[in-house]
Each structure stands twice: as structure tokens, then as C-alpha cells.
């Protein structure tokens, strides 16, 4: 069998200290989806001087497909922060109105596969912990965007895909075929994936890879190839429109959206299980009101559903519709719903642990394969796993190992950066087998 990759200590570093780095840099810029302005100037950065044609703005996704783009307010916030931070002027026109993302490719011109992977950029909207046992406060790396933090390891996916993009440039003499790395906006909800999709980023291709630092507890080290349970989701918003009036005066001349919103919540948490398989339901957000002598006349929720295949979540969607308009039936009001999200489930090919395998045979690291775990949420990344499926191509979505003291969307969320030169180094080996160059390394 044949050893790790033999490549200059420069190199080497990547895998090692320089991810890190990295990791840390994109830490702090911490930006929601769709305002990934700072973000994406940064990754271009960084690509700049590789062997990768790059592709930002309206190049990397469909217009239309987009969803759950922010409110103005929030978009003009985190544009105007990219100004501030000296965003170059023609980059930042190309990305105004939320085009935020990278799309980097690098073909060989040899004959060969066509190898896509994908690295998610967002953040979330979540105040980071100051506080002195948070790694990230204690060493000064906490997010500099206030009400906005990366605590579902985007910014470790972030730097694995650059340090994959400097690897691949360093072997470029060594490879064949075409490599794209899809730098994503919007993972959190379910809205940037599709669009990348429909502009035909994965049209024509044969393996595609992604995976996720965390989700289960593992040692660094632990990789899993593949993971079953990738659940299709539906991000739903409902605004319920009431009349106001004077709640001591004249209450019967009020519409009260509240009691709408507050009907439609405890009765969407009823709704019954499948017994087909898993369904979820969430009301993650309701905000109703304008003062305690005033009937409400407006009330939003923000919902989500999940269901082990789409079938399934599309059971959840119709429950959860109806209930939304009878809720507001009952009470008079008008409601207003919009989906400002939707993911797909999936399932991963299972050529990929023998892959995964003979990589980690091969890597100078302690790396342990695991054939399969359960990931019980859902992943953006599903959308593209299906089109390559759908063409013939393999795909599948792994767990990079590391413990975790704190969930996932935690305000203390963090990871062991050791896990970072073990992905980086179990991925670039996997696509080395797959780009059938074994007897070169």
C-alpha cells in the first residue's frame, strides 16, 4: 500500500498550523447567510493566488432558487460593516444584494473525474460567550460581529476548504480531471444549496464530498464516511394580521392575533407522529403584541419541519398549514405564509468507507474510519448529494471527530482544532484514490 503524500514542510503546514489559523480568522468575521460579505472577500483572498478560476456574485447561484433572503435592515447592517472593513469596492458591488459565496475550480485539462466538494460559510444569530472558559474569548478569536457567531463549525469547514484548495494546487501536477470547491452562503435553514444547484455548479459531476466537524462527541481522529438520517426540512415563517383596539374600550372590535398564534402553536406541537418513519415539528420563535391594553393585531411565528424522507416532511408541511389556517379562522385573521426554506433528505453511497479506508491507510495520521452514523438533522449539502446521484455520480457527507462540551448552536459551542488537519488530511487522500493516481503517492 502505498504511504502519505510526500510534499515540501511549507505544505505540511497547512495541514497543521495554518488551518488553525485560518479557522480562527473566519471565527471572527462571523456573518448570517446571505451577509456573508467579509466572509467571501476573505476566502477570494486566500484562493488568489492558486490554480483555481473563481466565481463570485450572480456566477454562483440561480436568482430565483434563492430563499430566505434577510431583511433589509440586517443586509444594509453587515454590507455596510464589509465597507467599514475595506472590502474592495468592485468585489463588494458584485455581491451587493446578498450574492455572497465562492465557487472555485481548477481543471487540469487531463482526462479524469470531476470531483466537487462543498464547505458551508454561514453563521448564525447567536451572541458568542465572553466569558474566560470559552476558548475563542480566552485567546481573543471571539466573534467582532455582535448577535452573530459561529457555533456550528462553519468556520472550521471554511478553513478545511481553503487548506483542501492549497493542497490540491501544491499536486496539481499530480492530478487529472476537474476540481470544484463550492464555498456555500446560507447553509443554517436550508437556503443557499438549491440555488447553487439550478445554476448547474454540479451538473457533470462524478464524486461529490462534505462533511460536518462535530453533531456526535467522537475523538479527533474518528471520521465517519457516511452517515444515515439526512431529514428533509421545511423553514416556515406565518404572520397572522389581527385588527388593534382599545382592550378595555372596545375589545369586540379587535381581531386578536395573538390568541391566533398562541392556538396555532400548542396545536402545531400536536400533530401526530408517522409511523413510517421520523417527523419532527418546531415552533422556534413567536413574537405577538404591542402593549398590554391593546389587542394584538399582529402576530409572527417561525416554524421548521423535518421527516426521515420528503414524503414524510411534506405530511408535516400539510398538517402544519391547515392548523395555521384554521388557527386564524377561529380568531378572524388573516394569515400570511411564505417558506423561506427547504432541504431534502438523502442517502450516501457506500463505496465511500472502503475509500475512506485505504485514506486513512495511507495518512501519516491516527485516523479511525467508522462506516456509518446516525446525523437525525438535516443538511443543505442534500440538494447537491441528490443531482450528482441523479447523474450517475457517488456522494456522501461525513463527521469529522472532536468533543463536545457544548452543543451545537451554543453560545460556549466550540471544537478541537486537531480535528482540522485530520479531515483536511483524510479528504485530500480520498481524493487522490478517487482521482486514480495511487501509483504517484
Not at 464530498?209 to 426540512?233: D, F, R, W
Request: proline share 5%; charged share 25%.
Amino acid at each position: 500500500m502505498a504511504g502519505p503524500i510526500d510534499l515540501p514542510p511549507e505544505e505540511r503546514e497547512i495541514t497543521e498550523r495554518q488551518v488553525s489559523r485560518w479557522r480562527r480568522k473566519f471565527h471572527q468575521l462571523a456573518e448570517p447567510g446571505w451577509c456573508e460579505y467579509q466572509t467571501t472577500c476573505a476566502i477570494v483572498k486566500e484562493l488568489a493566488d492558486l490554480s483555481f478560476d473563481i466565481f463570485t456574485g450572480e456566477d454562483v447561484t440561480w436568482e430565483e432558487a434563492r430563499m430566505g433572503l434577510p431583511p433589509e435592515i440586517i443586509d444594509d447592517y453587515f454590507f455596510k460593516k464589509a465597507e467599514e472593513n475595506q472590502v474592495p469596492e468592485e468585489l463588494l458591488e458584485k455581491l451587493k444584494g446578498g450574492r455572497t459565496g465562492v465557487i472555485a475550480v481548477m481543471d487540469t485539462k487531463k482526462p479524469g473525474p470531476h470531483t466537487a466538494l462543498r464547505f458551508d460559510i454561514d453563521a448564525l444569530p447567536i451572541t458568542e460567550s465572553a466569558e474566560d472558559d470559552h476558548l475563542p474569548a480566552r485567546e481573543q478569536f471571539r466573534s467582532r460581529q455582535e448577535g452573530s457567531m459561529h457555533a456550528c463549525a462553519h468556520d472550521g469547514h471554511t478553513a478545511i476548504g481553503i487548506a483542501l484548495a492549497h493542497l490540491l494546487h501544491a499536486l496539481r501536477d499530480r492530478l487529472s480531471g476537474k476540481f470544484t470547491l463550492i464555498f456555500q452562503p446560507a447553509e443554517e435553514g436550508s437556503r443557499g444549496a438549491k440555488s447553487i444547484v439550478d445554476k448547474g455548479w454540479l451538473n457533470g459531476v462524478d464524486y461529490f464530498l462534505s462533511g460536518h466537524i462535530g453533531i456526535q462527541p467522537m475523538e479527533v481522529g474518528s471520521v465517519a464516511a457516511t452517515v444515515s438520517g439526512l431529514l428533509a426540512t421545511t423553514k416556515i415563517d406565518c404572520r397572522f394580521e389581527g385588527k388593534s383596539a382599545h382592550a378595555g374600550l372596545n375589545p369586540h372590535e379587535g381581531k386578536n392575533a395573538l390568541l391566533a398564534g398562541a392556538a396555532a402553536a400548542l396545536h402545531l406541537e400536536a400533530i401526530p407522529p408517522h409511523p413510517e418513519g421520523t417527523t419532527r415539528l418546531n415552533v422556534g420563535t413567536f413574537h405577538a403584541g404591542r402593549g398590554r391594553n391593546i389587542v394584538a393585531d399582529e402576530a409572527v411565528l417561525e416554524i421548521e419541519t423535518r421527516g426521515s424522507t420528503n414524503k414524510l416532511n411534506e405530511y408535516v408541511v400539510d398538517q402544519a398549514v391547515n392548523i395555521l389556517k384554521s388557527s386564524a379562522a377561529m380568531y378572524g385573521v388573516k394569515e400570511h405564509i411564505t417558506i423561506t426554506g427547504e432541504g431534502v433528505s438523502a442517502v450516501c453511497d457506500t463505496e465511500w468507507i472502503e475509500i475512506a479506508k485505504r485514506a486513512a491507510g495511507r495518512s501519516s495520521r491516527e485516523i479511525k474510519i467508522i462506516d456509518s452514523l446516525p446525523f437525525g438533522a438535516s443538511e443543505d449539502a442534500a440538494h447537491m448529494m441528490n443531482r450528482v446521484q441523479e447523474q450517475g455520480g457517488k456522494a456522501t457527507y461525513m463527521l469529522y471527530g472532536t468533543p463536545l462540551p457544548y452543543s451545537h448552536h451554543h453560545t460556549k459551542f466550540d471544537f478541537d482544532e486537531k480535528t482540522l488537519p485530520s479531515a483536511v488530511d483524510t479528504l485530500i487522500h480520498m481524493i487522490l484514490d478517487i482521482n486514480a493516481q495511487e501509483d504517484l503517492i
